[in-house]
């Protein structure tokens, strides 16, 4: 008998971000603790959106946010 991998590591989830949550970064503090990773700093200043190498969850910038000095 093999253990399944939980659904949510399995998901690819997707997480907006408004100016006062940058610089970004992930794994977010909220995380559970099974999902933890080493932290990488995510640029999604450029494009608007940027995907964790490391779990795959991506991260957008909330319409209509405007950055600045990032």
Avoid at 17 to 39: F, I, N, Q, T
Wanted: charged share 15%.
């Amino acid at each position: 008998m093999t253990a399944a991998a939980p659904a949510a590591a399995n998901s690819q989830e997707v997480i907006e971000l408004g100016a006062e949550d940058l610089p970004a970064y992930c794994p977010s503090p909220k995380a559970p603790l099974w999902s933890m990773h080493p932290r990488v700093f995510l640029d999604v200043t450029h494009t608007g959106q940027a995907r964790c190498p490391y779990c795959g969850t991506e991260y957008k910038l909330k319409p209509g946010t405007v950055v600045h000095g990032h």
